[in-house]
């Protein structure tokens, strides 16, 4: 079993910066791919950005290129998305998730895509607003 527990979420305004954290509990995270995704009320999870095993293999969808960058440190068994630029529509619930890098980063960004993650963690709310 693979816990994972986001962090940094909270209040910024318009035009700041976020970095998010997801701490995994187990040392073996360097197995898996990673992904951070996103949930508003009433509406369906997204992908935002995915990392597989390289921090070369990456997937932004495309209202965050250019603004989120995603990154991974083994070592630490932790997963960040650094969130520049951030807008009021940036604002969600925003989930990592664990699994194993089996198909293409931008098929584990994308959930309809069939690709199934293992494990999830329980979300961090990141609210823009002035």
């Known amino acids: 079993q693979l816990y994972l527990v986001e962090s940094g979420g909270g209040l910024v305004q318009p035009g700041g910066s976020l970095r998010l954290s997801c701490q995994a509990s187990a040392l073996s995270l360097g197995y898996y791919g990673l992904g951070w995704f996103r949930q508003a009320p009433g509406k369906e999870r997204e992908g935002v950005s995915c990392?597989?095993?390289?921090?070369?293999?990456?997937y932004y969808e495309d209202s965050v290129k250019g603004r989120f960058t995603i990154s991974r440190d083994n070592a630490k068994s932790t997963v960040y998305l650094q969130m520049n630029n951030l807008k009021p529509e940036d604002t969600d619930v925003y989930y990592c998730?664990?699994?194993?890098?089996?198909?293409?980063?931008?098929?584990?960004?994308?959930?309809?895509?069939?690709?199934?993650?293992?494990?999830w963690g329980q979300g961090t709310q990141v609210t823009v607003a002035s």
């Open positions: 990392i597989k095993i390289s921090d070369k293999d990456t």
């Open positions: 998730a664990a699994g194993l890098p089996l198909t293409t980063v931008q098929d584990m960004c994308d959930l309809k895509s069939g690709y199934k993650y293992d494990f």
